[in-house]
């Protein structure tokens, strides 16, 4: 399957670019899983009474189900190494993309999100795999094409590209 990564400092936007990115993808007819890394503990909620209990039973894998949607958590035991994006990856049924979101280290084309007011360095200058940026200001001292942040499209329309699924997109239009 295809990956495409889209990472940047804490609070940059990446969250709500790749929430854009899956509408805008699957309006033009691609299929997009997404796979989100967090350096901290995750935590779901859910207002169905069994499922608060069996969380903090820690059980090895819980499954909560709505009509609309359904989540799987393994719970990873003390001093087993997280599992790498490949193998995450294997786990989700066959689509167009994987959005990724996070996983600065691994190799895979990224589109580093940025908001000047981070005041962070650029990841894109040490990272020869940031293969463009989304940015809310001008962006400078980098060889990657640069767009705005808030241009959905372009950015989708690079991806695309980018992964060699843009000639899908011309038939299918």
Known sequence: ???FGVIGWKNSGKTHLVVRLVSELTSRGFTISTIKHA??????????????????????????????RWSLMKEMPAGVEEERLSELAARLQPVDLV?????????LPKL????????????????????????DSAVEGVNV?????????A???????????????DKAG
């Open 1 to 3: 399957m295809r990956k």
């Open 39 to 68: 350096h901290h503990s995750l935590e779901f909620s859910t207002s169905d009474a069994e499922g608060q209990e069996q969380r903090p039973a820690r059980a090895h894998e819980a499954i909560f189900s709505s009509p609309t």
């Open 99 to 107: 959005l990724v979101e996070g996983y600065k280290l691994e190799d």
């Open 112 to 135: 580093e999100a940025h908001r000047a007011s981070n005041k962070r360095d650029l990841i894109a200058r040490k990272d020869d795999r940031v293969v463009a940026m989304a940015s």
């Open 145 to 153: 094409p640069v767009f705005d942040l808030d241009n959905t499209s």
């Open 155 to 169: 950015i989708a329309d690079f991806i695309l590209e980018y992964v060699g699924l843009a000639k899908q997109a």
